[in-house]
């Protein structure tokens, strides 16, 4: 019995509303989307994910405190390079930032991972210039 090889695809495009969204949530979906483990097709080893458009990202909602006590961290890989952000400064600035971050810490420490999240494309608006890629798409 031989095995299938899976070619590459034609990628699908979705669109997430993140309006009142619970942050992990839709990480959680977006990064489904993004790898593809929703299609019969998955493999692993393979990118045979979607693009994913997330819109409204400055009006994502997190439950409890998260608000006013989460932090971020970062090094700077110098000593004493330890940076902290708080979550209610970075969603003030840059609130498509907080959807990458969240997304990057739900996909797997791979190759593939730099692929994947080329594909994911988030804006703090209602706009995006990728209209006419979601409406000739067959799973929009």
Known sequence: MKTSAIRKHEPSWHIIDAKDMILGRLATDAATKLRGKMKVSFVPYLDCGDHVV???????????????????????AFPGGLRTKMYKEIIAKNPELIITMAVKGMLPKNKLEREWLKRLHVYAGAEHPHGANIAGSTNA
């Open 54 to 76: 997330v819109i409204n990202a400055s009006k994502i909602a997190v439950t409890g405190t998260k608000a006013t006590e989460k932090v971020y961290q970062y090094h700077t």
